[in-house]
Nanobody, 128 residues
Framework: QVQLVESGGGPVQTGGSLRLSCAAS????????MGWFRQAPGKERERVAA???????TYLDSVKGRFTISKDNARETLYLQMGSLKPEDTAMYYC??????????????????????WGQGTQVTVSS
């Protein structure tokens, strides 16, 4: 059973930085497609960034150049380094994991409905 636990959220001012972490159960980070999603009140959950087993990364256009997704396979931990934060980045951020043996659709094109394992979320609030 895959377990994911996020941490690192909190309040921050516009222009500030935060690093989110997602601690995963054994053999998850190294073998699964991992993603960071966010959901603001009244909005759909959107994929912020994803990283494949081979460490190929993809980003939501609005966060390119500001956010960086990375992982530490040995520590089974996923990260999201967020910089130049804006009020519109305010949301609950979720870590997600999944794998699709033999599938042709790459990790970076997978949406929220494709992921079966989720953390409980960590709130990020950016004030102006």
């Amino acid at each position: 059973q895959v377990q994911l636990v996020e941490s690192g959220g909190g309040p921050v001012q516009t222009g500030g930085s935060l690093r989110l972490s997602c601690a995963a159960s054994r053999d998850t980070v190294s073998n699964y497609c991992m993603g960071w999603f966010r959901q603001a009140p009244g909005k759909e959950r959107e994929r912020v960034a994803a990283i494949s087993r081979g460490s190929t990364t993809t980003y939501l256009d609005s966060v390119k150049g500001r956010f960086t997704i990375s992982k530490d396979n040995a520590r089974e931990t996923l990260y999201l380094q967020m910089g130049s934060l804006k009020p519109e980045d305010t949301a609950m951020y979720y870590c997600a994991a999944e794998h699709w043996p033999g599938a042709f659709i790459p990790c970076g094109m997978r949406g929220a409905s494709d992921f079966g394992y989720w953390g409980q979320g960590t709130q990020v609030t950016v004030s102006s």
